[in-house]
């Protein structure tokens, strides 16, 4: 079982930058594959960003944050974060963090285990 919590989301005006937290805890110190996904109202979640956090640290992202969003790990800390510049309100979403196994670790895999999101909003 592994447990997810983020942090770090709030509001922000447009053109302005924020960084996402995860934090990992449960039955390893930082799962081989996790994710950012986002929710605005009335619309369909949707991935952000995915990383493998093991040899190579594969990265992958919406063709939305592309060249705004960094993912990244930190894995003595059991935490990924997600850098992201140059939001504008589009972006507003409630963001969680996502984590699976290390096999075909991509936005489009099934993630088994979400946190409980935080909040995002750009005006």
């Known amino acids: 079982e592994v447990q997810l919590v983020e942090s770090g989301g709030g509001s922000v005006q447009p053109g302005g930058s924020l960084t996402l937290s995860c934090e990992a805890s449960?039955?390893?110190?930082?799962?081989?594959?996790m994710g950012w996904f986002r929710q605005a109202p009335g619309k369909e979640r949707e991935g952000v960003a995915s990383?493998?956090?093991?040899?190579?640290?594969?990265?992958s992202y919406a063709a939305s944050v592309k060249g705004r969003f960094t993912i990244s790990h930190d894995r003595p800390k059991g935490t990924i974060h997600l850098r992201m510049n140059n939001l504008n309100p589009e972006d507003t979403a409630m963001y969680y963090c996502?984590?699976?196994?290390?096999?075909?670790?991509?936005?489009?895999?099934?993630?088994?285990?979400w946190g409980q999101g935080t909040q995002v909003t750009v005006s």
């Open positions: 996502a984590a699976r196994g290390p096999y075909l670790c991509g936005l489009n895999s099934r993630f088994d285990y």
């Open positions: 449960g039955d390893t110190n930082l799962p081989a594959c």
């Open positions: 990383i493998y956090t093991g040899y190579g640290g594969a990265t």
